[in-house]
């Protein structure tokens, strides 16, 4: 019954690969987010998606490009892995945060060797 | 540009201290204010979700207040635990957007 499932957990690669992280929710929310935190912990946006539309897109490397093929998902494409993009990827979604506030899926921990 | 901040940036106390926890912010034009949790290598939990027409909200031992004109929120933590070590962060929406801005978080522990 997990609200925002996203996966892998953990994922070590080295640098230039190509690598995805997939996000799912299941309470019917319209809005997704990815965002991004770093090695001091601190937490930024990245992008959300509002019914598959992409809504907000922060000042992020084109090598990473979300893709919403439904409301209910929204992964996230890393092309030409970098070590500075090692950090905890979280995807979050809301039904109107003004309203309702945010739900955060686990994290996926991105390891660029 | 909202700001959110933190202070201090941890914390540590023996069990059974009331504690309060600060968090203020620069653009008081909020929608609403929320806390979360954050244990090492998990996930973020939230805590309590303020509107903005709130004053407080509370949950068990969590009494959250929320002073728009002031930019500052306070998360109150009754009686602490040892399995209330964690780091808290604060959240805002930024301005009218579903963008959220986070302090940097206060890493609490609290000693057996």
């Known amino acids: 019954d997990t609200a925002v499932s996203q996966t892998p957990k953990y994922l070590v690669t080295q640098m230039g690969n190509d690598k995805s992280i997939k996000c799912e929710q299941n309470l019917g929310h319209d809005t997704m987010y990815w965002y991004k935190q770093d090695s001091k912990k601190f937490l930024k946006i990245m992008f959300s998606y509002n019914n598959k539309e992409l809504i907000i897109n922060e000042t992020v490397p084109n090598r990473f490009s979300p893709k919403s093929p439904d409301k209910a998902h929204l992964n996230l494409h890393i092309n030409s892995l970098e070590l500075g993009d090692s950090a905890v990827y979280f995807c979050a979604s809301s039904q109107g945060s003004m309203s309702y506030g945010y739900t955060f899926g686990s994290g996926t921990r991105l390891t660029v060797v | 540009k909202q700001e959110v901040t933190q202070i201090p940036a941890a914390l540590s106390v023996p069990e059974g201290e009331n504690l309060v926890l600060n968090c203020s912010f620069t653009?008081?034009?909020?929608?609403?204010l929320q806390w979360f949790r954050q244990d090492p290598g998990k996930g973020l939990t939230s805590l309590l979700l303020i509107q903005s027409s709130q004053r407080e909200q509370t949950s068990g031992r969590l009494n959250a207040s929320l002073d728009k004109s002031s930019g500052r929120s306070t998360l109150y933590i009754a009686a602490s635990q040892p399995g209330d070590s964690a780091t808290y962060l604060c959240a805002v929406p930024q301005g009218g957007s579903e963008k959220l801005v986070f302090g940097k978080g206060m890493k609490l522990t609290v000693n057996p």
């Open positions: 653009d008081s034009a909020i929608y609403n």
